[in-house]
Each structure stands twice: as structure tokens, then as C-alpha cells.
């Protein structure tokens, strides 16, 4: 362990320097509390023996120091019997132990022992609590993608910072999540997470929430209210969707990152606001400063960090994890015992292009869990969106990797033809007729795509005769 020893007595500082070191412990010693509190400084100390009648400052004045600059510091006082009044004062302040002069060399040794014990339990308990920390910050995110990785990555340098950070990406990628990994791994973790719905409150409603107001500001205002940068005090505070928010509450943000301060609605005097801001949009704000709808100064400020999300599209390698954790998660909340999904339905879900993203699969996963009555889940109990065509799917973005032109034909055709043949309700003909081809054509295709009897409606009895379903071979 490495111990400082502190008293004005060169005698008392030769004693215990000699003993504790035949203990193996490193020791350093200081006559006074300038030079403890330098010491204290320049290197990390497991256990500190502190004499509380030092000559150019009180004892007690030193162990508050100590404790103000490392609050897991393992103090143990020294005091004549005369002052065991003060000693007592000094365990109230944090002092660990108090060894009364003239000590007993035993117990000096036993109670430094019990001191650098008590400091690797805490630096333990400290260890243990940043991995807890991690943990709940990327757990809940999944993904081991490249693009994911990257986001990790960048999540892990810039928490630890005091900087704004700009969560970027389309709605259902978890703009959310990442917030909250960004604050549960930052030194502000233990302080409160406060997210700013911005996009469902009308300005002057915004306004009032963020920054409070006074009795009398307004009609109802019946008594002083706190606002979220107040309530968010040491904390982090979340824009949800920054981009809609009002011109003039922009400017007040903007005041209030630059000055870390703000002013209550009704009120002339000023709070002032320490808070992490963390903002997140779906929209190009770069754009929106182009057009006048998005002050430039405040897209500088908030965007000092930025982190852009991958669509769901875009990294669909991360879709086995998140089917599992999807299936898993509702197979447990409803108490149902599905093993797993099987190939057809899987291969929709693969072949669809999720404009929702996340938010979307995670969504189809639970219905189909709530609608299963069997132990794997089919093609039928996915929703009719996962086969529909959508207009992003027809302007699809390549990703960097690049993709299959053949497959990705493959994957259009097959929605369209699904789609038409559910919204035909099953009959080849009427389907051929919404799709402007001959039913002869079209029952080709469903035999070239090997549609299988699950992916399409069976048509109505009446019918059933006239316009058969193909099935693979």
C-alpha cells in the first residue's frame, strides 16, 4: 500500500515511516498540511495518517480537503487523548479510524490494514459499478455490424466529454437508446436523464417546461414551478426530435448552452444550468438551416459530436440478433414457448426493406408472438407490411458494401406479387388484373419465386376450383 503520514512531530513521522515499511508498505512523509495537500496531489494514496494539531492548519480543515478531492479517501486521524473530542468530530467528517497518542504499534498496524482493506473494497465497488454502467448503456443497443461498431466506438470516446452531442437517423433506429448509453457512460450517470419531448408540445407550453416560471407568469400560473433544466440539475437533458423546435425557444437554447444560465417564464433573475444536452433528429437540419428554420449558430453548438445511425437496411447482418432478442423478450412477457421461426417467415423478414427500422421488426416480432398459438412462428402471423411494397423500397439506398442487383429484383417482385395476391384475397386472376398482366404470367412468376401456400391468402371456395394457388414442387 502506499501511506502518507502527516505530523509536525519529526519523531512521530520516523516511527511510524520505519514501521509501517516493515510491513511493506511504501511510505511518505509531510510536516505540514501545504505540503500534504501537494503530496495528496502528486500521487494516489491508499491510506493517509493525518495528525489533526498541525501548525499552519487545522487538522480537520485538511481531512474536508482530502475527502472534497477524493471522496473514497481512507483518513485516519491522530490525536492527543486530550482531543479525542475532535477526533470524534473528525469521524463525522469521514475519517475512517483514530489511533489516540501515545499509539501501540499493533494497533497502528491493524487499523492501516483495515483502512487499505476498506480502499480496495471501494475501488472494487467503483470497478464494478463502471462495468454495470457499460453494460446498461450498450446492452439494450444491438448490433455487431460495421456500421454498429462504429457508432459503439464513437459512443465510448465521446461520453466521458462535456460536449453536445447530434444523434442523427430515421425514426426507429434508436436515437433514444443511444442518448441513454451516452449518459449512463458518462460521469453524470448517477444524476438524472430527463428527455425533452420537443416535438409533441405546443412553443410557449416547450418553453414553460424547460425553463419553469414564477407564480403570476401567466393565467394558471398559481405557484413557482421547476423546469426541466432545473429538474435535470448535474444531470443530462434529451431533445427528442430538435429540429421542431420554435425559433424563439432556439435562441433561448442557444443562451443557455453558451451562458449556463437561464431565465424562468416570468421572471428577472437568472438559475444558473449545469446539464449535458444531448439532441436527436430524423431530419436533415442542415437543410433546415438552408431554408431559415433552424438557427446555423444553434446547429454548431449542438453539433460538436455527431452520431448517425444506419437504417435498418443498412446493416441487415445485425437481423438475426435482433429477431432472437425480439423473440425472446415477448416470448417471455407472454409465457409462451416458442423455439424459433421458420425458414419462409424468415426469409420475408429478411427480404423486407423495414422503412420503420427497428421500432417496425420489433413490432411485427411481438405480434406475431401474441398471435401464435404453436411453438414456431409462420409466414402467416407476420403482418401484411412486411409483404407489401413501399416507395423507399423502389428508390432502395446501396450500401457501401454494395448489393446483389438480381436479389434485390428478386425481393421487389416478390412483395408486389404478394401484396396484390392479399389484396385479391388469394384469386390468381383478380390479382393479375390489379397487377396489369395476363393470369397465366402471373401464375409463372408465383412458380418462379417458389411462393409457397403460407405467404398467400387461400382464395374463397367458390373460386378455389377456377383460380388455384401454386405451391412450390
Avoid at 398559481?222 to 420554435?246: C, M, P, Q, R, W
Avoid at 397487377?435 to 398467400?456: A, Q, V, Y
Wanted: glycine content about 6%; overall charge neutral; aromatic content about 6%.
Amino acid at each position: 500500500m502506499n501511506v502518507l503520514v502527516v505530523d509536525d512531530e519529526e519523531v512521530i513521522r520516523d516511527v511510524l515511516s520505519s514501521l509501517l515499511k516493515r510491513e511493506g508498505h511504501k511510505v511518505r512523509t509531510t510536516a505540514t498540511a501545504g505540503a500534504a495537500l501537494s503530496a495528496f496531489e502528486e500521487e494516489t494514496f491508499d491510506v493517509v495518517l493525518l495528525d489533526l494539531m498541525l501548525p499552519d492548519r487545522p487538522g480537520l480543515e485538511v481531512l474536508r480537503e482530502f475527502r472534497k478531492r477524493d471522496p473514497a479517501a481512507v483518513v485516519i486521524v491522530i490525536t492527543a487523548y486530550s482531543s479525542i473530542e475532535n477526533a470524534i468530530l473528525a469521524m463525522r467528517e469521514g475519517a475512517f479510524h483514530y489511533l489516540p497518542k501515545p499509539f501501540q504499534n499493533e494497533e497502528v498496524v491493524l487499523t492501516v490494514k483495515k483502512g487499505g482493506e476498506q480502499r480496495r473494497l471501494a475501488e472494487e465497488n467503483r470497478r464494478l459499478k463502471a462495468e454495470l454502467s457499460q453494460r446498461r448503456g450498450l446492452d439494450r443497443i444491438i448490433g455487431k455490424s460495421a456500421p454498429m461498431q462504429k457508432v459503439f466506438e464513437l459512443i465510448r470516446m465521446a461520453a466521458p466529454s462535456k460536449s453536445t452531442i447530434l444523434i442523427e437517423g430515421e425514426s426507429g433506429t434508436g436515437k433514444e437508446l443511444v442518448a441513454k448509453a451516452i449518459h449512463h457512460l458518462s460521469p453524470r450517470s448517477s444524476s438524472a436523464f430527463v428527455t425533452v419531448n420537443s416535438g409533441s408540445m405546443p412553443a410557449d407550453l416547450l418553453e414553460s417546461n424547460l425553463f419553469g416560471h414564477v407564480r403570476g407568469a401567466f393565467t394558471g400560473a398559481i405557484a413557482h414551478k421547476k423546469g426541466l433544466f432545473e429538474v435535470a440539475d448535474g444531470g443530462t437533458l434529451f431533445f427528442d426530435e430538435i429540429g421542431t423546435v420554435s425559433m424563439d425557444t432556439q435562441s433561448k437554447l442557444l443562451r443557455v448552452i453558451q451562458e449556463r444560465e437561464f431565465m424562468r417564464v416570468g421572471a428577472t433573475d437568472t438559475q444558473k444550468s449545469d446539464v449535458r444536452i444531448l439532441a436527436a433528429t430524423n431530419s436533415d437540419l442542415k437543410r433546415l438551416v438552408a431554408e431559415g428554420r433552424f438557427r446555423e449558430d444553434l446547429f454548431y453548438r449542438l453539433c460538436v459530436i455527431r452520431v448517425s445511425l444506419p437504417a435498418l437496411h443498412e446493416r441487415k447482418e445485425d437481423l438475426p440478433l435482433l429477431i432472437d432478442h425480439f423473440l425472446r423478450l415477448y416470448a417471455n412477457e407472454n409465457t409462451k414457448p416458442i423455439a424459433g421461426i421458420e425458414p419462409d417467415a424468415l426469409k420475408a423478414l429478411y427480404n423486407h426493406h423495414w422503412p420503420g427500422n427497428v421500432r417496425e421488426l420489433e413490432n411485427a416480432i411481438e405480434r406475431s408472438v401474441v398471435l401464435c398459438a404453436g411453438s414456431t412462428i409462420g409466414i402467416d402471423l407476420l403482418p401484411e407490411s412486411v409483404f407489401a411494397p413501399d416507395d423507399s423500397s423502389v428508390a432502395l439506398a446501396i450500401p457501401a458494401e454494395g448489393l446483389s442487383y438480381r436479389e434485390a429484383v428478386e425481393s421487389y417482385e416478390r412483395r408486389l406479387v404478394v401484396s396484390a395476391l392479399k389484396r385479391a384475397g388469394g384469386v390468381q386472376k383478380k390479382a393479375a388484373e390489379l397487377l396489369k398482366t395476363r393470369p397465366t404470367t402471373l401464375h409463372e412468376i408465383i412458380k418462379r419465386l417458389g411462393l409457397s401456400g403460407r405467404e398467400i391468402p387461400a382464395p374463397p371456395v367458390e373460386t378455389a376450383a377456377n383460380t388455384p394457388v401454386s405451391t412450390p414442387e
